[in-house]
C-alpha cells in the first residue's frame, strides 16, 4: 500500500487546517493509521492514532484536545482536523500503517509521503 499525506499548508496561528492521508495499492480498510510529525533538528513525534473500525483513537497530550483523528474507509482516507494552531505546529507531517493501534514508530508496516503544515506568528 501506498500512502499520501496531503493538505499541509500555510495558516496563521489558531487558524486550522484538515490533513487527509490516502491509499493507493491496496485499500488499508484493515489497518491502523497513524500521523506524525517531525520539525526541523526534531525527532519524529506520535500525535495520534485510529483503529481501523473507527471505535478507538489515541491522542499524543501535545494535540488531545486540538487535533482530531477519523477516517472514511469508503473512500481509503484518513483525516487529521488541527485546530488553534501554533507556530510549534510547523512540520512536516506523515501518515502510518500499522497492524494495531499504536503511537510507536517502529510499528508502523508504511510510511506515506509527508506534507509541510506551516503556522505563522
Known amino acids: 500500500v501506498q500512502l499520501q499525506a496531503s493538505g499541509g499548508g500555510l495558516v496563521q496561528a489558531g487558524g486550522s487546517l484538515r490533513l487527509s492521508c490516502t491509499a493507493s495499492g491496496r485499500s488499508f480498510v484493515y489497518d491502523a493509521i497513524g500521523w506524525f510529525r517531525q520539525a526541523p533538528a526534531k525527532e519524529r513525534e506520535f500525535l495520534a492514532a485510529i483503529s481501523w473500525t473507527a471505535d478507538s483513537t489515541y491522542y499524543a497530550d501535545s494535540v488531545k484536545g486540538r487535533f482530531t483523528i477519523s477516517r472514511d474507509n469508503a473512500k481509503n482516507t484518513v483525516y487529521l482536523q488541527m485546530n488553534t494552531l501554533k507556530p510549534e505546529d510547523t512540520a512536516v507531517y506523515y501518515c502510518?500503517?500499522?497492524?494495531?493501534?499504536?503511537?510507536?514508530?517502529?510499528?508502523?508496516?508504511?510510511w506515506g509521503k509527508g506534507t509541510l503544515v506551516t503556522v505563522s506568528s
Open positions: 502510518a500503517a500499522s497492524v494495531r493501534l499504536s503511537g510507536r514508530s517502529s510499528d508502523m508496516a508504511y
